[in-house]
Nanobody, 119 residues
Framework: QVQLGESGGGLVQAGGSLRLSCAASKSIFSFNTMAWYRQAPGKQRELVAE???????NYTNSVKGRFTLSRDNAKNTVYLQMDSLQPEDTAVYYCYAAEVKNWGLYEYWGQGTQVTVSS
């Protein structure tokens, strides 16, 4: 069973920065996509940023220019650098990975890490 372990959440003032880490239990080369989602209280879970196996990245409009997704293949880890944080970024952030194998799609989620931005 693939496991994704997140870390790096916390409380920060508006304008501050945090870096989230997502460590996978196996080589991230096996995943077609890795991503960060977030869910704020009372809202649906939304995609924040994603990276494909080819290295292409995609960001939701609200975080473009502020968040940066990167990966360290040797450490099987994906990072989300979050700068210029705003109170509306407050949410539980989830790491996500998907792989296609044996003609099926397998999806994995981390347990989530809380990010709270105070005004």
């Amino acid at each position: 069973q693939v496991q994704l372990g997140e870390s790096g959440g916390g409380l920060v003032q508006a304008g501050g920065s945090l870096r989230l880490s997502c460590a996978a239990s196996k080589s991230i080369f096996s995943f077609n996509t890795m991503a960060w989602y977030r869910q704020a209280p009372g809202k649906q879970r939304e995609l924040v940023a994603e990276i494909t196996s080819a290295g292409s990245t995609n960001y939701t409009n609200s975080v473009k220019g502020r968040f940066t997704l990167s990966r360290d293949n040797a450490k099987n880890t994906v990072y989300l650098q979050m700068d210029s944080l705003q109170p509306e970024d407050t949410a539980v952030y989830y790491c996500y990975a998907a792989e296609v194998k044996n003609w099926g799609l397998y999806e994995y989620w981390g347990q989530g890490t809380q990010v709270t931005v105070s005004s």
